[in-house]
Structure formats: C-alpha cells, structure tokens
C-alpha cells in the first residue's frame, strides 16, 4: 500500500488552496420544505440532500453531481437553484428527495457567485456582469428578465420587503436596491464606511449584519435605505465571513477563531457570549430552533445544541470528506478504510449514487480492512480489532487485540487473519470474534506492505526483499519457504492462478511463476507509468493496478509470458483497489472513492466519482 501524504501537508495544501478560492467555492446547507431534511452545495461534489431528523446523526440521503462547482444553491418549494461555475443556473426538481433531477438550467456565463430567489424571480449575482434577474413563473423555461449594472463584482445577496442588499465587492460596499418592479432595480443607497470590502449580509428588522473579514462585523442601520448609517463595529478574534442573525442573537463565522455568538439586543452594544472552536475554518452557520449547523470547510458539520447560548453543546460532527487508504466491497456493501477517522460504509447497489449508511469513528490512522460474512477485521496504528457489520448502518467493534500495532495489511482465510507489519507476519485466530488470540508471529527483514493467502501459502510483499513467500499450513507454526526479489520498492502482490503479480517501483508488474512456491521465477515485466505502483487486483485476465498520481491501468494478462497495456484512467491519488464485479473502486485518497465501470475493460470508465465535500456556507430562503 502506498505510504499516504503527510495529513498535515494535506490540511496546509488545502487551506491555501481555500484562501485562494475563498470568493468561488462555496458550500451553501439550506433546509429545503421538508423539516428533516438539509440541502448543501458541497463545490466540486454538486448538490447533496441530507437527512438531519436527527441532529445527533446526520446522514445523506442523495447526490446530484454537477460539471463544474457549485457557489451557492437556494431552495423553493421542492426546487433546489443551484448555481454552478460550469452549468449556471440549475433548477433541480427535489420532490424526490432520493432521486433529484434537473427539469431546467439557464446559461449565465462563468463567475457567477450567488442566488437569492424573491417571488416569482431568481436573483443571480456574478462578479463580472452585474445583478442577473431571471423569471422563473415557468419553472421549466427560465428567461433573463431584466438586469442591474451599475455595480459589477456583487459577492452575495439578501433579499427582504421588496429590498436587495448587495455586496459589491469592487466599491467595498453594502449597496441596497428596490425591487418592487424587477424589470427596473432602483438605486436606493449604499453603506462605504469600511476599510475592506464585506464579505456577507444579513439583514433583520431595520439592521443589516455586515462580515467583514479581518474587520469583524458591522452593524448597518437601513431605516432611511437611501443613508444607511453604522451603529457599531465589533471586532472578532479571526476572520468574519458570514452572519446569521435570530431572536436577538448574531451568529458569526470566525474562521480559524470559530462560531462567535453575540447578544444583539441592543445593537449599539453588542454583548460577547461564547466562543466556540470546533475543528477546521468556520465559513458559515444556520439556526434552527434551538441548533445551530457550524460549516467548517473539510473538517465537514457541526452540530450545536444552544439551548444555552453560553454553553453549546456539541451533538454530531458530520465529515463528509474522508481519506481512504482501502477499500472493500461485499454485497453491494463498500467498507472504506478511512485514514484518521474509522470506517465508513456505503450501499453502492446504484454505483452512480452511492449511499453512505454507517461509520465508526476509531483513534489511530486505519490502513486496512478486510471483511467476510457478518465482520470486518480492521488494522490501525493502535492495534488489530473485529467488528460486526451484520447492521452496515452501525458497524460495531465486538473485539480488539493491542499486542501488535501499525499493520499495513490483512487477509483473512478459514478464521485465521494473517497481518503483516513492519516486524513481519502476525496470525490471528478470529473463530471467536470477541476475542482474536495471536497464535504466531514470523519476524522477516525489510518493511512489510501486502500479504495474499493461497493454499497454504502466504505471498507477501517485503519493500525491499522482494516476494517472500512463507508455509501457513500450520498457522501456528507458519514456515519460510523462501524469497524472489524482483527489486526494490515492492509494495503490493496478488496471486491468481499459477502467477503471483507483483508490484515494484522501478519495474512495474512483474509476473512471477509460483506453480511451484519452492521455486518462484520470473516470467515477465512491463513498467507502464513510472514508479508509484500501490495496488492490484487481477479478474479475468485483466490486471487492474492503482499508480497514485497516474490513476488506474488495465493490462490484458491472458499470456502471462507477455502482457499488454489496455488503458490508463486518470485520478487523482490512486492507492489502493477493490474489484467486484464489473466495477473497480479506486481509494483516491484525498479525493475520496472512484468508481470505475470495467465491464469492457478496452473501453472501461468512470462511473461515479466521489468527490470530497468543501463545506463552507450556510442559509435559507
């Protein structure tokens, strides 16, 4: 198995990246008509549907992939607008919430940031033409209606009492309109008296809430629209980027300082009350009674109970952004190993629209699971344990044994586990799954990555010893037979037929003959891609191998004596693979999990990619 990046280069990588693009992907959660249901933009993932009946367990219940990322969505009745930098305007028919489809999409042009929907009309804002308004009393056959130009790089909208509230990024201003006739936006005043331009609006009663990035936050009174005036500026420990405002209280999104709440009764007085820091960068929160849904880019959503608002209470962190290092499937069942944060299963009967259905939130990095009838045997850097998947949507852990830690890989076979490590092989008896016993231990030189079990012989993958091979008839007594090193690096094996198909760094596949395991030879090599080979699984004649940045490769293996490239399928960070199937599940690392069709493996391709999920903004209609 490839070694995965460093997870704090990762979380560097993608703030930077966040910071960058800070002003076009965004995350919006949005109750839709339904009350348990949650609405998100979730970037480059599209539209995802969750379910949040219970705020302790929030769960998705679909995902509308979209070509491009999504700004901002908005819900209306059963219609979801979402805006999206590939696709514009996109109005999805949610009344089936498990099956969401588009019934119109309108074409604004890139740059387009927002969308607010007033009446009969869609407000789209973009940073480059303007405030776009398109009439949608035919829902299915939208048509621009009118439009307002005076202000160009508008960042978000609000729109309340027949008033727009922009923020026009270029001017630095709160600019406000009168709508009362879209066909014609009239100018009615602006707010300027700010050092940087605001990042969101608010408005309630005769305020407006302004987030002003590293200013804090504004309040605005609109009394008199055509001279807005300040109240009071607060100044917030971080970087305010969003507000919401209820019963008196504001909501503020501090960035890395967290959900900042503040007592607003008397506006000119504003109170401090809490700071809460969950993990990761707060961009947005939305109130619901008495919860509060915290956006934390990919450290995902939390879940506050603020009964009392001085001391919120966490009920769920919901990530949906995960980082497989393994993937497993069984039944239409994918069991994710989840990197640092457990196991994840998913019902992938539709592979198009994969289910998420349970986790088990672990301590320690999980590398490796493998599972078989009603359990799953899972390593991590703590130690080995069984868990009962017999309910996928509750995975439990039954049994756990810490005598070894740091595996890298399981096999299972006949209620034994065989798990290597960097001391080399461990078996477990697993006949009792609450209580896996370790009945052997082999110690072999060199870093351990990959162990297949094939009668009675265990083929593993030692980085730099090559192919050893060892006798587990006897698992108590497993027995070296002996070793191929095809070279150095060799990180992953699988054995089909008379040929184990070994991965190595610097040659590629190469093609061993164990018809006889006390005299191993190599028959073939084929390097295609370059040097980061990570998995490989073979079915009918095919090798299917994970190359990291190089995505996934088909070789026909139906002579052994020659292999032939078939096709490359470029992902993002392939490391390891599963095939079931006419399908190969690709781990993509921080990219999540691919799917890929190989039912013609000449012409195989991607059926669903699971994109990670960027939360970063939250509101409602």
């Given amino acids: 198995m490839k070694t995965k990046p460093s997870m704090f280069l990762f ?66 009745d059963n219609y979801i607008f979402a805006i999206d930098s590939e696709d514009g305007l996109l109005i999805i028919d949610a009344t089936n919430v498990y099956s969401p489809s588009v019934i119109s999409n309108l074409n604004l042009g890139y740059n387009l940031s927002d969308v607010f929907v007033y009446g009969n009309y869609a407000y789209v804002t973009t940073y480059s033409y303007g405030l776009r308004i398109i009439d949608i009393t035919d829902i299915e056959h939208p048509v621009e209606f009118s439009n307002y130009t005076d202000s160009l790089y508008i960042r978000s909208i609000f729109i309340t009492d027949n008033k727009a509230y922009l923020i026009d990024a270029s001017s630095k201003a709160l600019v ?33 809430y302004l987030a002003v990035g590293s200013e804090g936050i504004y309040l605005v009174d609109i009394t008199d629209p055509s001279s807005p005036s300040k109240i ?8 305010a980027k969003s507000i919401f405002v209820k019963e008196n209280y504001a909501y503020v999104s501090d960035s890395y300082s967290g959900l900042l709440i503040l007592d607003v009764t008397i506006p000119s007085s504003p109170l401090f009350v809490i700071e809460y820091k969950p993990e990761g960068s707060v961009q947005d929160v939305y109130i619901e009674g008495n919860i509060a849904y915290v956006a934390a880019n990919y450290y995902g959503l939390t879940v506050l109970d603020i009964t009392d608002k001085a001391h919120p209470i966490k009920l769920e962190n919901w990530n ?15 069991y994710v190993s989840d990197g640092d944060y457990g196991l994840t299963t998913f019902d992938v009967t539709n592979k198009a629209n994969p289910k998420p259905l349970g986790r088990l939130d672990m301590d320690g990095t999980v590398f490796e699971t493998f599972v078989s009838g009603n359990y799953a045997y899972m390593a991590n850097t703590d130690g080995f344990f069984v868990i009962n998947v017999s309910n ?23 209620s034994y586990v065989y798990a290597t490590n960097n001391n080399g092989l461990v078996i477990f008896d697993v006949s ?78 190469v093609i061993v003959d164990v018809s006889d395991p006390s005299s191993p030879a190599t028959v073939s090599e084929l390097n295609v891609v370059g040097d980061d080979y990570c998995g490989i699984r ?80 939250i509101t409602t209609f």
Avoid: H, W
């Fill in 176 to 208: 406000i309109l009168d709508i009362s006739n879209p066909a014609s936006p009239l100018y009615l005043g602006k707010f300027d008296d700010v050092i940087y331009s605001p990042m969101n609006v608010y408005v309630d009663g005769n305020i407006a």
């Fill in 392 to 414: 996928p949507t509750n995975p439990t852990i039954i049994g756990t044994n810490t005598e070894y830690d740091y595996f890298s890989n399981l096999y299972y076979l006949n």
């Fill in 320 to 334: 949906n952004s995960y980082y497989p290092e393994n993937v497993f499937v069984q039944n239409n069942i994918m």
């Fill in 538 to 617: 073979i079915k009918d004649n095919y090798a299917y191998i994970a190359v990291y940045e190089d995505g996934m490769i088909i070789i026909d293996v139906s002579n052994p004596l020659n292999p032939t490239f078939i096709k490359q399928i470029d992902t993002y960070a392939a490391i390891e693979l599963f095939v079931e199937g006419n399908y190969a599940y690709i781990a993509d690392y921080d990219n999540g999990i691919v799917i890929i069709d190989i039912s013609n493996p000449n012409n195989a391709y991607i059926k669903k990619d699971m994109l990670n999920m960027i939360f970063t903004e």
């Fill in 11 to 76: 979380i560097v990588i993608s703030l930077l990246l966040l910071s960058l693009f800070s002003c076009v992907q965004k995350a919006i959660i949005i109750p839709i008509n339904r009350d348990d249901l949650l609405v998100i933009a979730g970037s480059y993932e599209g539209v995802v549907i969750a379910d949040k009946s219970d705020p302790t367990d929030i769960k998705e219940v679909s995902v509308f992939p979209t070509n491009g990322y999504v700004n901002s969505v908005f819900t209306k």
């Fill in 432 to 509: 009792l799954p609450s209580s896996p016993t370790v009945i052997s231990t082999l110690n072999l030189n060199g870093s351990v990555e990959d162990i297949v079990v094939k009668d009675n012989i265990a083929y593993i993958a030692n980085v730099s010893e090559g192919l050893t091979i060892i006798d587990v008839s006897n698992p108590s007594s497993p027995t070296f037979i002996t070793r191929i090193n095809p070279g150095f690096y060799t990180y992953d094996v699988f054995v089909s037929g008379n040929y184990a198909y070994v991965l190595e760094n610097t040659k590629g596949l």
């Fill in 232 to 239: 009071k500026k607060y100044d917030t420990n971080g970087y």
